[in-house]
């Protein structure tokens, strides 16, 4: 039975305005979505019996080698809920094999089960010729997870919604980036209960996407890119990890054009003016007892594409 393998990026949000929370426990988010040089590999071997399976693993990558032991390897695995959902719309019977080759953190904010449940989705239309375009697999996307859509589209895109709304978004460049990966994973769900807390008492108003962020978008200026980046989930996110404030201050010393949290964190995000900045932000932060990895890397890139 036929084979297909997708390569699908890392998000980072650059910047991430969350609303007060709504009726059905999710908050309104106004976000930038920007998908990285920061790739996961999934596999989709069909096979004939209608078993749908899932196996993860990592190459060499002590971090990764760590992390997997917590991605289930059963239904609760965000690939197989893609394959599933992908077969109950177009009926299908056959089963696939799901291999998934971790790179992006787990936990770690750049959306690794959202990006797997894209490239699934990808993958297992092609294994099974299902042959759902684009528009129909984003449909199924938005069912699966606020970012899924996103990581089917890439690039660069205004989120929107709970971030299951993608649009378009002018921009020029490519931007130089560190991440700091920390030891231990944060919880998402935990960081928007933290931060659901320290606003109890405070007004939250809806979030907008700052006009300085897509005038440096537009113009593909990292230095006011790197000033306009922002992220309403740091209290929180800080308040449950303090020492990533030390982690982002590291960066932001070592010359950093901005520092923020990716999403609900745990993982920093430094961007650099150039390629050798890069490299001197990653020396100096790669002594930071916080940091379990540093890594270089680029982005925008495309979303999931078949390989
Ligand atoms: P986000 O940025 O979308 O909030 P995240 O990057 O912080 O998410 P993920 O790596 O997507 O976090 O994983 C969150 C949890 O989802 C994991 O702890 C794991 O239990 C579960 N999970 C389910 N499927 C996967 C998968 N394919 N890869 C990683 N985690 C998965």
Redesign the pocket.
């Known amino acids: 039975m036929s084979q297909a393998n997708v390569r699908v990026p ?2 980072i949000n650059l910047c991430l305005g969350v609303g007060p929370v709504r009726d059905d426990g999710y908050h309104p988010l106004a976000t930038v979505y920007q998908a990285v040089d920061l790739h ?1 590999e999934v596999r989709a071997t069909a096979r004939e019996d209608g078993e749908i399976t ?1 196996a ?1 693993h990592s190459e060499l990558d002590v971090r990764v080698a760590g992390e ?1 032991a ?3 390897e059963d239904d ?6 893609a394959a599933r959902l992908l077969r109950e719309r177009t009926g299908v019977t056959a089963g696939v094999d799901l291999a ?1 080759r ?1 790179v ?14 894209a490239a699934a989705l990808v993958a297992c239309n092609e294994a099974w010729g299902t042959g759902l375009s684009r528009a129909a697999l984003e449909t199924l996307a938005a069912r699966l ?3 899924v859509p996103f990581l089917l589209h890439g690039g660069n895109a205004i989120g929107g919604g709970r971030g299951e709304t993608v649009s378009p978004v002018l921009a020029r460049g490519s931007y130089h980036w560190v991440f700091a990966m920390a030891h231990e ?4 769900k935990a960081v928007f209960a933290e931060f659901d807390r320290l606003n109890a008492h405070r007004t939250v108003r809806s979030p907008e996407v700052p006009d300085a962020l897509l005038a440096a978008l537009r113009a593909g200026d990292a230095e006011a890119l790197g000033d306009a980046l922002s992220n309403d989930l740091t209290e929180a996110a800080l308040s449950l990890r303090p020492e990533l404030g030390d982690t982002l201050g590291i960066g932001l010393q070592a010359g950093a054009l901005g520092a923020i949290l ?4 745990p ?1 920093a995000l430094f961007l650099a003016a150039s390629e050798q900045h890069s490299l001197d932000i990653a020396f100096a932060l790669s002594s930071t007892a916080g940091c379990a990895d540093v890594v270089q890397s680029r982005g925008p890139v495309t979303g999931a594409r078949l390989t």
């Open positions: 890392a998000k996961d899932v993860v997997i917590f991605v289930p609760d695995n965000l690939a197989i809920k998934i971790k992006i953190p787990v936990a770690g904010g750049m959306a690794g089960g959202s990006a797997d449940a997870g606020s970012d994973g944060l919880s998402t990716s999403g609900s964190g993982t």
